[in-house]
């Protein structure tokens, strides 16, 4: 009889809150361990989606008509921080190349990360070192304060109107593609140096602040989308909001 299908697991041993790691690997069967397990999520997950589409209608529109567009007209809430990114850089670049560009450079972490973990360290937690936790707080204000102030200024003042209204050469160029770029690798390096200076921190507590750092702009952009760009996309806080009109 052909023996049942093993997935290797680390054997962890808790003593006195001090994680110690045996050398050897122990071996469990891939069912009901691993497959009961995704099974049950996936249950838990279908039913939570059941619930909610039970009790919250979803806000459908008429058959599109050209000749009413909703103002705003937004993209699925998923999509909403591209759309976003839309109002304060190139189209084809914010749209397109930045989260193309993301994604790839997101593929190389396994390979910049090269250090073994110390002992007592479980690499495969998110916060796997002491540092994690208060590495991942700074990272997140420091986002959400830097992210908040860039969207206010850039609603209020503006780049593209600074540069394009006073006929700057390459003005257009400098406000959709030029600064934007350097806006967003000048604060990352800032906040990998930060990181290591305040924190001591090694390579993988820098990728903890940096991807930290990206869920953050990626929740906050979201939010902003959804609950503060009103009509023609103008900004709004969330009070005040007056929806969608009829083109």
């Given at each position: 009889m052909q023996a049942s299908r093993t997935s290797n697991l680390l054997d962890v041993i808790r003593h006195d809150e001090e994680v110690k790691f045996r050398g050897d690997m122990s071996?469990?069967?891939t069912w009901p361990h691993l497959i009961g397990l995704e099974f049950m999520s996936t249950a838990v997950a279908t039913i939570f989606l059941v619930i909610v589409a039970a009790l919250f209608n979803a806000p459908l529109l008429q058959q599109a008509n050209a000749n009413a567009a909703p103002n705003p007209t937004k993209a699925p809430w998923y999509f909403l921080n591209l759309q976003e990114l839309l109002l304060h850089m190139d189209a084809g670049y914010a749209g397109i190349i930045l989260p193309s560009l993301i994604l790839f450079l997101m593929c190389f972490i396994p390979y910049i990360d090269t250090n073994p973990p110390a002992p007592f360290e479980d690499p495969d937690r998110y916060f796997s070192t002491d540092k994690g936790v208060p590495i991942a707080i700074f990272s997140a204000i420091y986002t959400a304060i830097l992210l908040t102030i860039l969207i206010a200024f850039d609603n209020t003042v503006g780049v593209k109107?600074?540069?394009?209204?006073?006929?700057?050469?390459?003005?257009l160029e400098l406000s959709q593609w030029i600064i934007p770029t350097i806006t967003m690798v000048g604060l990352s390096v800032l906040l990998a140096f930060l990181v290591r200076r305040i924190y001591l921190a090694?390579?993988?507590?820098?990728?903890?602040?940096?991807?930290?750092?990206?869920?953050?702009?990626?929740?906050?952009?979201?939010f902003v989308g959804t609950a503060m760009r009103g009509t023609s996309m103008e900004l709004f806080t969330p009070w005040n909001n007056p929806g969608v009109h009829e083109g």
């Open positions: 071996s469990v069967p109107r600074i540069l394009v209204g006073n006929t700057v050469p390459f003005g090694n390579t993988r507590e820098i990728l903890i602040a940096l991807f930290t750092g990206f869920v953050i702009a990626y929740l906050l952009t979201t």
